[in-house]
């Protein structure tokens, strides 16, 4: 299951963050460069989404939490998203300065993070997490 979750949460969060990247300052420098860091993210959002899985597993105390999510499934993926977004963008671009945000970025009033990356960990995980409980295999193989 974490491989298949893994397997899905690359490469849509790689689409996202390509998406998203023009929104952000300080990280703009070639084309090549703006792969690579958005595919480091992906990577590290990759590992976001396993970790609310597993936290899920524990929890509700069952790995096939995801079957059946429920309202409190979707509650914990929400909370678990926000909270992660939000502790990494206040971190990100208020402590360490690694990026900031440009004009098209709307921020969360009273929080002073971005709308766009939160909405990535609160969309994308529920998302994810449903491919996989699917049983869909990884979605650049046809078997």
């Known amino acids: 299951m974490s491989a298949r979750i893994f397997a899905w949460a690359v490469p849509l969060n790689f689409a996202w963050e390509m998406g998203q990247f023009p929104a952000y300052t300080g990280v703009h420098s070639s084309l090549w460069r703006t792969v690579q860091e958005c595919g480091v993210h992906s990577l590290i959002d ?82 994810l997490l449903s491919l996989a409980r699917k049983g869909i295999v990884h979605p650049l193989r046809s078997d």
Do not use: C, K, T
């Open 46 to 127: 990759g590992l976001f989404v396993l970790g609310i899985f597993w936290g899920g597993v524990l929890l509700f105390r069952r790995r096939d939490w995801i079957h059946r999510p429920g309202l409190a499934g979707y509650f914990w993926m929400g909370i678990a998203g926000f909270f992660v977004s939000v502790v990494i963008e206040l971190n990100a671009v208020y402590r360490l300065g690694a990026w900031g945000y440009g004009e098209a970025m709307p921020l969360i009033p009273g929080l002073g993070v971005g709308l766009l990356p939160v909405l990535q960990m609160l969309v994308l995980p529920p998302v």
